[in-house]
């Protein structure tokens, strides 16, 4: 069973880079039947899909993000990342890793337990 | 964009109780419409996948249904468990929304 773990800071300046890693145990995130994700939630709200990358480099991106986000993959490591520039207060939140199965539909199948992100001075 | 709405966003029942929560997308979405559950201070879990596909493990009190713009998720018969913030999602097209959630309250 693929397991799921989010690293990175847990507080960040505004104007500033969010840097998160997705370390990847059970599995390779060179497996072609999965596509990597980040997911976010921000206090009391709901969730937001940030986008995905494929083992092969391909991503997708929520439009809404798009200029602000890039996903990359470290396969040395077996880790996936996400970069997210010129943070704001709307940018707290919990971050979550998760995969994504084609073979369900496209469903989020594996989640990581989440990383909180607060964007402060 | 393809919006997803759920209703009701919050439900009170019993343990025992049948529920039923709606979830209905913007414009059709065929059957990529995903379920899941989420409690306090944990990470969304599966339930449903391709609308009515019973995730591995889930308990079967869990269904759902709906194709198109109209789905729903049943449990048949609550248990104390149960109660958490349940949310719908669309894969059709990017982004990948999901619903605001229903959040089931103990009566």
């Known amino acids: 069973q693929v397991q799921l773990q989010e690293s990175g800071p847990g507080l960040v300046k505004p104007s500033e880079t969010l840097s998160l890693r997705c370390s990847v145990s059970?599995?390779?995130?060179?497996?072609?039947?999965?596509?990597w994700s980040w997911i976010r939630q921000p206090p009391g709200k709901g969730l937001e899909w940030i986008g995905y990358?494929?083992?092969?480099?391909?991503?997708n991106y929520n439009p809404s993000l798009k200029s602000r986000v890039s996903i990359s993959l470290d396969t040395s490591k077996n880790q996936f990342s996400l970069k997210m520039s010129s943070v704001t207060a709307a940018d707290t939140a919990v971050y979550y890793c998760?995969?994504?199965?084609?073979?369900?539909?496209?469903?989020?199948?594996?989640w990581g337990q989440g990383t909180r992100v607060t964007v402060s001075s | 964009d393809i919006q997803m709405t759920q209703s009701p966003s919050f439900l009170s029942a019993s343990v025992g109780d049948r529920v039923t929560i709606t979830c209905r997308a913007g414009?059709?979405?065929?059957?990529?419409l995903h379920w899941y559950q989420q409690k306090p201070g944990k990470a969304p879990k599966l339930l449903i996948y391709?609308?009515?596909s019973l995730q591995s493990g889930v308990p079967s009190r869990f269904s759902g249904s709906g194709s198109g713009t109209d789905f729903t998720l049943t449990i048949s018969s609550l248990h104390p468990e149960d109660f958490a913030t349940y949310y719908c999602?669309?894969?059709?097209?990017?982004?990948?929304?999901f619903g605001q959630g229903t959040k089931l309250e103990i009566k």
């Open positions: 999602q669309q894969s059709y097209s990017t982004p990948r929304h």
């Open positions: 998760a995969i994504l199965r084609p073979d369900y539909s496209d469903a989020f199948d594996v």
């Open positions: 414009q059709s979405i065929s059957n990529f």
């Open positions: 391709a609308a009515s």
């Open positions: 990358i494929y083992y092969s480099g391909f991503t």
């Open positions: 059970g599995g390779s995130v060179s497996n072609d039947n999965y596509y």
